[in-house]
């Protein structure tokens, strides 16, 4: 336990993990204003997208008692949760997590902007391919460890491809 405590001492210092929800509001505005001034309201869409798929990482740490910080955004795509390590299992259900909140956001999106959730599904079914740093690498990688959270994870990466399918072909049957 004192190796753990070694490890994790930096990460704690930062505050709460590092970052609160105020700096979750200020990089999603700065990553927002961005995107929609490049790519109008697809670009909008897609932080949409990307805001529900780092929240889906952030409750699943939440549920599983995982320590983990709010999202923070980057300027041009992407965002991250930073999180203590935790067993594979549990990691491959984090991972699995956030492609399915944001698949889930894109159907919400679908009416609205279906360029937009079109994008995001492509962005969520990217994020499976299993290449690390890739949430599809963690996934594959808490196979290897058979439990309730394992299997959890396969079947939430399974349901999302039918999510993001039916955005797709949405768009492409207009």
Not at 8 to 18: H, Q, R, S, V, Y
Not at 150 to 161: D, F, M, P, R
Request: charge should be positive.
């Amino acid at each position: 336990m004192p190796g753990i405590a070694r490890l994790a001492g930096p990460i704690l210092k930062m505050g709460k993990m590092g970052w609160g929800w105020g700096k979750t509001l200020k990089t999603l505005g700065i990553s927002a204003a961005l995107h929609w001034g490049i790519w109008g309201t697809v670009g909008l869409a897609v932080v949409v997208g990307i805001f529900f798929h780092e929240l889906g990482h952030y409750v699943a740490c939440r549920l599983l008692g995982v320590p983990a910080s709010a999202p923070v955004f980057l300027p041009l795509g992407g965002a991250f949760v930073e999180h203590l390590p935790t067993t594979p299992d549990s990691e491959a259900l984090i991972a699995a997590a956030g492609p399915f909140s944001g698949a889930l956001a894109g159907l919400l999106l679908l009416p609205i902007v279906p360029h937009g959730a079109a994008w995001n599904a492509i962005l969520q079914l990217a994020n499976l391919i299993p290449i690390p740093p890739l949430d599809g690498s963690k996934v594959l990688r808490g196979l290897r460890y058979p439990s309730l959270h394992s299997l959890s994870a396969l079947g939430l990466a399974a349901l999302t491809v039918p999510l993001c399918a039916v955005q797709i072909l949405a768009l492409v049957h207009r």
